[in-house]
């Protein structure tokens, strides 16, 4: 097994030698997902776009660290990764927002636009609206009843006061599009998509909050409880690997952020002093004349590459950062799911141990809650990889997408600006040659 593997590296042996050694035949397989639909853990996912990537771990952080280099592939990889129809069977959609206003609050809700051919579902078609408190308790449930899964991340709900407005146009337009990325990742995803919870979110019309409460599990109270003082052996190396690589990855998004946000102010200052650059152009034509067509160009001139830097920077703001935001994000998620899976193996070990002491000392058979525990480390180990791999696939395609948007807005601001100061050239060669013809004549 692979839990027995990962704690024999360390120095521990598996416990189908400590205990009561098996054959290959008769050595017990790790439980499959319990969710129609979903590949065994030992086999290989299937990506957004149809496509298959292996499933091997990496086996150190440079190998990690690699991926994210923007290098020469398919051109399957680099498409939206929800634009494929060949696999899926749920489509979700977010939009339309609605601002509510009541004597008590005033809140935003969603159109969730659903289309389905799963049995599961009464209709083959849903629309609901849901607020962002909705999504909130859909994240938790998913949270609670699929621990050994990579939950996508939400936005963050608070805003600093007096900062952003999160009734602004802008804010609820990119609100928007963070809570269509999350739900169409989950329904993307081969176990979270099968969720009763999230069937419940789909096509409830009024959302019972307090539904499916049986379905939550006890995992994480019992893993804290058992293992609580328990210190973790070692992580797998795989595992030790992922976490080098996020936090490695999580200081490079940190520095961009940081200087992005700067960027941003100092275009915005920039901005407004230029405004008033072409301002002063547009009122000397009032005291010179014979200038008017040359100053008035260069009023316009100043203008147009006002607009096109004012729309790079809102491209910047609008989709550039949240991009990075949602794997900062992303990150925490993923070192949330580590740390339960050490819990996981934290509880297997020691009760492996205290198996194997009673072993010896009373020769008592294995007991039955030291092999759930093992099935349950091992459960953890192959579904984070499945989903740390298909992380990998959406962020080497989100990350190219957004790097190939951005060169193409830089270029888009570059040609305009071009393009404004070679027609006041044409306008003042032109002025220059109406010059010399009155003066020869």
Not at 63 to 81: F, I
Not at 155 to 168: I, W
Not at 238 to 247: K, P, V, W
Request: charged residues 30%.
């Amino acid at each position: 097994m692979a839990a027995a593997r990962g704690l024999a590296s360390s120095g521990q042996k598996p416990i189908t030698e400590m205990l009561h050694p098996l054959s290959a035949a008769e050595e017990p397989r790790p439980p499959g997902p319990a969710v129609p639909g979903t590949a065994e853990p030992d086999k290989e996912q299937g990506l957004t776009n149809g496509t298959l990537v292996e499933t091997s771990s990496p086996a150190a952080t440079s190998l990690l660290l690699s991926r994210l280099q923007v290098d020469d592939t398919s051109e399957a990889e680099v498409s939206d990764p929800y634009s494929s129809t060949e696999t899926r069977d749920l489509f979700v959609t977010v939009d339309d927002p609605k601002k509510h206003v009541s004597t008590m609050e005033t809140y935003i809700t969603y159109r969730i636009s659903t289309k389905t051919t799963r049995i599961e579902f009464d209709l083959p078609e849903y629309s609901v609206r849901r607020r962002y408190q909705d999504f909130d308790w859909l994240r938790i449930k998913l949270e609670d009843s699929q621990p050994t899964h990579l939950i996508p991340p939400l936005p963050e709900k608070f805003v600093m006061k007096g900062v952003v407005d999160r009734f602004s146009e802008e804010f609820v337009e990119t609100r928007m599009k963070a809570l269509d990325k999350f739900l169409k990742r989950v329904a993307d995803h081969p176990v979270l998509s099968f969720n009763p919870h999230l069937n419940a979110f789909l096509t409830a019309k009024d959302l019972n909050k307090r539904q499916g409460l049986a379905l939550l599990t006890k995992v994480g109270e019992s893993v804290k409880h058992v293992a609580g003082g328990y210190k973790l052996r070692a992580r797998p190396p795989e595992f030790c690997a992922m976490g080098e690589y996020l936090d490695t990855f999580s200081q490079k998004l940190g520095t961009i952020d940081r200087i992005a946000q700067r960027i941003l102010k100092e275009q915005s200052e920039y901005l407004t002093e230029v405004r008033e650059y072409a301002a002063v152009y547009s009122s000397w034509v009032v005291s010179e004349e014979e200038l008017q067509h040359p100053l008035e160009g260069v009023a316009g001139c100043v203008s147009t590459c006002c607009g096109a830097l004012e729309e790079l920077s809102d491209n910047m703001s609008q989709d550039f950062l949240p991009v990075f935001r949602e794997y900062v994000l992303y990150i925490e998620s993923i070192q949330n799911v580590l740390r339960k899976r050490d819990q996981s193996q934290a509880e297997y070990e020691g009760r492996l141990e205290a198996a194997v002491l009673r072993k010896q000392e009373e020769r008592t058979p294995v007991p039955v809650e030291v092999e759930k525990c093992q099935d349950k480390v091992e459960c953890f180990n192959a579904d984070l990889k499945a989903d740390w791999e298909r992380w990998q696939s959406n962020k080497r395609q989100d990350f190219k997408q957004l790097l190939i948007g951005m060169a193409d807005k830089n270029i888009n601001y570059y040609e305009k600006c071009q393009a404004a100061w070679e027609s006041l050239i044409t306008l003042l060669q032109d002025k220059q040659t109406e010059d010399k013809t009155s003066e020869t004549n």
